[in-house]
């Protein structure tokens, strides 16, 4: 089955410490993006990428990190200069990027805290 | 630049009556538009797409929404509700420009349906 897998489900971490988030997908596709959610916010975009080693900010870039290295992998570091970690994360993909291509969304991660 | 206005953070209808979950886009060049549901703790699932060619767009799950370009809306209805139905529904708009490469979303509208 083709689709986009994200690891782990549920994440906990302390205050000071940087964390990151996977996200696989199998579907060959060039695009890949990278969304925190928020209640009553919908969904904001962190960081997203075009092609393997290159990757653009998005809205809400500050605290995160990315690496494009492989076109199925698109990791996302949530280090300690974010205020407020706490959020319902979610891996895209795309077979390009913008235009009518539909974004395929992976089941997600929620990071807490602690 | 693009904007998504989603009127109505929560609806509730009752079992079998019509959903309807409004949309209002903002965009400088002709649009393209999607309608996607999420249930609890998960990713999001495409409903539909409006890609410029027919203006009521069908989708799957009986859901289908309506292209108007004089109302900047794409309204998403379904005639008869569901309990599988309860979900969040989002909008999301992108433009057709070339080197738009960002998928605006709106607020989301949290639907309920009543027994």
């Known amino acids: 089955d083709g689709g986009i897998t994200q690891s782990p489900k549920y994440l906990f971490r302390k205050e000071g410490q940087n964390v990151t988030l996977s996200c696989e997908q199998n579907l060959n596709h060039d695009a890949m993006y990278w969304y925190r959610q928020d209640p009553g916010q919908g969904l904001r975009l962190i960081y997203y990428s075009q092609i393997v080693n290159d990757f653009q900010k998005g809205d809400i870039a500050e605290g995160y990190s990315v690496s494009r290295e492989k076109k199925e992998s698109f990791p996302l570091t949530v280090t300690s200069a974010q205020k407020n970690p706490t959020a319902f994360y979610l891996c895209?993909?795309?077979?390009?990027?913008?235009?009518?291509?539909?974004?395929?969304f992976g089941p997600g991660t929620r990071l807490t805290v602690l | 630049a693009q904007s998504v206005t989603q009127l109505g953070s929560h609806v509730s209808v009752s079992e079998g009556a019509l959903v309807l979950l409004r949309c209002n886009y903002s965009s400088s060049v002709p649009p393209y538009l999607f309608w996607y549901v999420q249930y609890p703790n998960q990713g999001l699932q495409l409903l539909l797409k409006?890609?410029?060619?027919?203006?009521l767009v069908k989708g799957i799950n009986g859901f289908e929404a309506e292209f108007k370009k004089s109302e900047t809306s794409f309204h998403l209805t379904k005639p008869s509700a569901h309990m599988s139905d309860a979900a969040e529904y989002f909008c999301a708009v992108t433009e057709s420009n070339f080197g738009n490469e960002k998928l605006t979303f709106g607020t989301g509208t949290r639907l309920t349906i009543i027994p």
């Open positions: 895209a993909s795309s077979s390009r990027s913008g235009g009518a291509d539909t974004q395929y």
């Open positions: 409006y890609t410029s060619a027919a203006t």
